[in-house]
């Protein structure tokens, strides 16, 4: 093969041709460019694997396509199992279902498509060279029996070894004449002979049986087609079909020629079949195809075209852009056929085109008009088979035109039409006489006997505008619709003397336009107006029997005032036309329904016919939709499906005798077999292209062999892609994630399937592909997935959360229990405490009382130093009593409270002694959590200590509370001047204040100065 770029400039400085022959065979065509995904406009190779996928390599790298997404693969540095080159020359798949990969640069390997991995093979070439050159031509050959080989055009042939992963000239399993220059390599199907194009020696064959060589000059095997064209050079791109016939092309004087033999009858088919004629300007053959219907397509640079069995000979397809089905191409790279019979066909200069003749069911037939004598531009507007099985046409503001069985036009051949004036057909009506077709014109009738071949024409001057439509009624009578003034009424018994005689204006029907008119089985008319609705007419009565319209009542309202079309179903049904809805009337019941409205048919309702199996086809302005009347599924058909011109117009449209249809559009004719099309025969599966957690792709390869897919509970976020691998037909995917989806769902056109969140549990994705009948895929797909309940959600950390708050309300209990027993403890000891000392307290006041009694009167002095005592125990014991109830007092529990009870026991010493004491409290010590005790010891210390500087007469006294360390700490720092300095002294030996200070673990010291000193408790905290 040679190089793409050289192709194109080949192609493009190539020989100028001579005037081109008549317009080849034109086909429905998509087309696949850069904007719809491709990587590179310049594609090499194709091929479709079991699974479906399209896979395509391009010069900027590998792809895989589904039908909706396209998958890149490019060469990554620094990645072995990437691309070996990002210019992809060929890909293939062998008989084993590997997938080969060939580069421009000559490396070859295995790629992975499911790992998406790539394993590359050693190659042993002698010139390297050759191997590596980008316009050297190269390929991978695969025979039937799984053996690989690498094709270097001229240089070298090169046979794969599995066990080494090598191609080599050494493992060969027949040696080439040294000599030879191998241009075309080329295993027979079915047989062990391997064939050889050579550059100057025309044809040889290893047959690998007997181990013979043959050739030119030594034909051991006495085979023919070696024999044949012994004295041919440059044979190449041998080619065996299926019927047994060896094709090949050739070359004389820079021209290529296409040769074929018939293997089985050793004879040649043709010799020298060229393409000058039908190519004037520079071509080569590049590649045959045969489809699995025996279809033989060629192709190449500035050639694509199909062998036609019968006539022998080649049809080309059109090449040039016409509208965005057409094709448009310099060097087509390679054909390759799915597995739907589509061909896929990719160029080296405009990407990728995909077009399957085996389904082009629409036809659409332009004429040649006579007036300019080339393509018209008029619409087809009326049709009618003749008794020799020809279609006569009328186009509208042009001629009448015959066209054989396979519309390909044929002479008129009728006596009476002048070939120089402009006769425009309107409308043809078969009559009920043998042999007569009714032409209406816009002026008159024609009168056409079809075994004469001749024609009689009637003037009609009374008319008042040109005439729309023409139908003859059970008696004869002939019906005319006319453009803006209503029916006229020809009868039949009295204007066989005088045609002209007996055409009256018909007054029930308004002077509207006429859109269509139709005789049924009970011979009925029925007129379809533009404005008026539609009107049935008793031709016996000359009445009118029932008028839908806008306003009726009684069952025969519609919702438009115009009537495009009528047509008798059956003996009960008629289908009525309005501009956008379809209804059904029967006739039996009188009742009205709705058949389709606009949701289900697009475009403006034109007209309507009835196929063989019961199928009404509906025309409108936006294609053909097909009505299943059973089950109310509407098919929609257009541009898409192969409809070149889907812009219809009205009431044109005929049934054959053999039951293909047509239908008139704007500037052609769509013809068609209703039976040949076929759109509930398959049921694609539907398969996972992809399937992403928390938009990280998994490996389908290893997701397919798990029973269920298992996810964690932060992997609760998946998206679905999915596709029928269905490339030319639509089919619908509907989808349900039983656990979450309550009904059904379709999927949109990207068939991407989100769920950006699962709640934790088990679901089952289910899948299935949907027919255009509405019927479902045999195979559905079905997919387990777990989402696992994170470990606090569960039933076990449930149970143990609960075990934990018991445990933790117990231990808070025995807390409570402890704590409250503790208070209880420490109330006791206080009450204990207290019951010590208002119980001692009590005694000693007892014990002076009585001696104040005896004293009394003895020794009233000593008495009252006794009363003083009682005073002052009984005072002490009060303030001991009120301080202990305080502590004991729950309001009370808190330092805050302790430090403005000291202030207030400073601010009453102030206020009796004069002292001037001050005090400042740090603010740590405000939020100490201390327990009760703990603060009534440290109050009485603070209290007994203040108060012995009182008595000792110091002044000036400022008191400092802080916390350092783990102590609270007093610091007095007083005035020494007027102190009693031995009262001072035995201060800290107070027996209350070193009882205290003991219970408490406080350390006193005392700080003596000149002027100043210093009295200082630390009292070590307890919480």
């Not at 089905?325 to 597995?339: D, H, P, Y």
Request: charged share 25%; net charge neutral; hydrophobic share 40%.
């Amino acid at each position: 093969m040679k190089n793409i770029i050289i192709y194109i400039s080949i192609a493009i400085y190539g020989l100028a041709g001579i005037a081109q022959t008549p317009e080849p065979k034109r086909y429905n065509f998509t087309h696949y460019t850069e904007e719809s995904g491709l990587l590179s406009y310049q594609v090499n190779s194709t091929v479709q694997d079991d699974e479906g996928f399209i896979w395509i390599g391009t010069n900027e790298g590998l792809q895989r396509y589904d039908g909706i997404r396209y998958k890149n693969f490019v060469k990554t540095e620094k990645d072995t199992s990437s691309l070996l080159s990002k210019a992809i020359l060929q890909v293939l798949i062998d008989s084993n279902s590997n997938f080969w990969v060939l580069t421009q640069d000559g490396r070859v390997g295995v790629f992975d498509t499911k790992s998406f991995t790539m394993k590359e093979a050693h190659i042993k070439v002698k010139n390297e060279i050759f191997l590596g050159s980008l316009t050297m031509p190269k390929k991978l050959i695969a025979d039937d029996n799984g053996s690989i080989f690498l094709l270097i055009s001229g240089e070298e042939l090169l046979t794969y070894e599995k066990d080494k992963h090598e191609f080599s000239a050494s493992h060969n399993f027949f040696i080439p004449k040294p000599d030879w220059k191998i241009i075309d390599f080329v295993p027979q199907p079915g047989t062990n002979k391997y064939w050889m194009c050579l550059s100057d020696y025309g044809l040889a064959v290893f047959d690998r049986n007997t181990g013979q060589l043959s050739h030119n000059g030594n034909n051991i095997a006495q085979d023919k087609l070696i024999e044949y064209y012994k004295t041919t050079t440059n044979p190449n791109k041998l080619f065996f079909d299926g019927q047994g016939r060896a094709w090949h092309v050739g070359t004389d004087e820079g021209l290529p020629y296409i040769y074929c033999y018939d293997l089985k009858k050793g004879k040649p088919v043709f010799d020298k079949y060229g393409f000058l004629e039908q190519v004037p300007k520079y071509h080569e053959v590049h590649q045959f195809l045969e489809q699995r219907d025996g279809s033989i397509w060629i192709s190449g640079i500035n050639i694509f075209a199909k062998y036609l069995e019968k006539e022998m000979e080649f049809q080309q397809v059109y090449n040039g852009y016409v509208d965005d089905r057409s094709i448009e191409f310099i060097v087509i790279t390679s054909l390759n056929e799915g597995r739907e019979r589509n061909i896929w066909v990719t160029t080296g200069n405009n990407g990728i085109f995909r077009f399957n003749p085996a389904e082009e069911f629409f036809s659409s037939i332009e004429h040649t008009s006579k007036l300019i004598g080339k393509i018209g531009t008029g619409a087809p507007i009326t049709f009618m088979h003749d008794l020799d099985g020809s279609i006569l046409v009328g186009v509208w503001n042009d001629h009448l035109y015959r066209y054989d069985r396979d519309f390909r036009p044929v002479p008129l051949n009728i006596k009476g039409f002048s070939p120089h004036e402009l006769t425009t057909v309107v409308r043809l009506c078969q009559s009920r006489q043998d042999k007569i077709i009714w032409m209406a014109v816009k002026n008159g009738i024609y009168k056409y006997d079809q075994q004469k071949r001749q024609i009689q024409f009637y003037e009609l001057p009374m008319l008042r505008s040109r005439i729309r439509e023409i139908v003859e009624d059970k008696e004869g009578n002939l019906w005319l619709g006319l453009q803006e003034h209503g029916v006229y009424k020809w009868d039949v018994k009295k204007g066989k003397i005088d045609f002209k005689q007996d055409i009256s204006h018909f007054l029930p029907i308004p002077e509207v336009r006429v859109n269509k008119i139709m005789v049924d089985g009970a011979g009925m008319v029925w007129v379809g107006t533009h404005t008026k609705g539609l009107y049935v007419i008793d031709p016996k009565t000359n009445s009118v029997a029932l008028h839908f319209y806008d306003k009726g009542t009684n069952g025969l309202k519609l919702p438009d005032k115009m009537v495009s079309t009528v047509l008798e179903y059956n003996d009960s049904l008629v289908a009525i036309g309005t501009s956008a809805n379809v209804f059904l009337y029967n006739r039996l019941y009188q009742k009205l329904s709705v058949l389709g409205h606009n949701k289900s048919i697009s475009g403006f309702i034109q007209s309507m016919e009835k196929d063989g199996d019961g199928y009404l086809w509906v025309s409108s302005t936006a294609g053909l939709t097909r009505v299943n009347l059973n089950n109310r599924v509407f098919v929609k058909f257009n541009r898409n499906d192969g409809i070149r011109n889907d812009f219809f117009v009205i009431s044109a449209s005929h049934v054959l005798p053999d039951g293909r249809m047509i239908f008139g559009a704007s500037e052609s004719m769509v013809v068609f077999d209703p039976a040949a099309i076929k759109i509930n025969t398959s049921y694609p599966v539907v398969n996972i292209t992809d399937f992403k957690v928390s938009n990280r792709s998994l490996s389908l390869d290893s997701l397919f062999r798990l029973p269920t897919i298992d996810l964690r509970h932060n992997q609760n976020s998946i998206s679905i892609d999915v596709s029928t691998m269905s490339y030319n037909t639509a089919y619908a995917v509907k989808y349900k994630l039983d656990g979450l989806d309550n009904e059904w769902k379709i999927a949109d056109m990207s068939k991407q399937l989100i769920y950006p969140y699962l709640p934790p549990g088990s679901y089952q994705f289910q899948a299935n592909s949907v027919n255009a009948e509405g019927e479902e895929g045999i195979n559905p797909l079905v997919l387990n997935i777990s989402v696992e309940t994170p470990f606090w959600k569960t039933k076990w950390f449930y149970g143990l959360l609960a075990l934990a708050i018991g445990f933790i309300f117990f231990w808070l209990d025995k807390i409570r229990m402890q704590r409250k027993e503790m208070v209880h403890k420490m109330r006791s000891n206080i009450a204990t405490s207290l019951h010590g000392e208002v119980n001692m307290a009590l005694n000693q006041i007892n014990i002076l009382s009585e001696m104040a009694k005896i004293k009394a009167n003895s020794d009233p002095q000593k008495s009252t130093e006794f009363i003083d005592q009682i005073h002052s125990k009984s005072h002490n014991m009060i303030i001991a009593m009120d301080d202990m109830l305080w502590s004991i007092s729950p309001e009370n529990d808190s330092m805050v409270k302790t430090v403005e009870r000291m202030r207030e026991y400073i601010d009453a010493l102030n206020s009796r002694h004069n002292s001037g004491i001050e005090i400042f409290v740090d603010e740590r010590v405000k939020s100490l959590q201390l327990d009760m005790k703990y603060r009534h010891e440290a109050f009485l210390l603070f209290k007994d200590s203040i108060l012995g500087l009182v008595k000792a007469c110091a002044s000036k006294c400022m008191i400092h509370l802080t916390i350092e360390k783990s102590n609270l700490v007093y610091t007095m720092q007083f005035n020494t001047k007027c102190c009693d300095i031995q009262q001072l002294n035995s201060l800290k030996y107070r027996q209350e204040l070193v009882q205290r200070a003991d219970a408490t673990s406080t350390m006193v010291r005392m700080h003596m100065l000149d002027n100043n000193s210093i009295l200082e408790l630390k009292i070590p905290i307890v919480r």
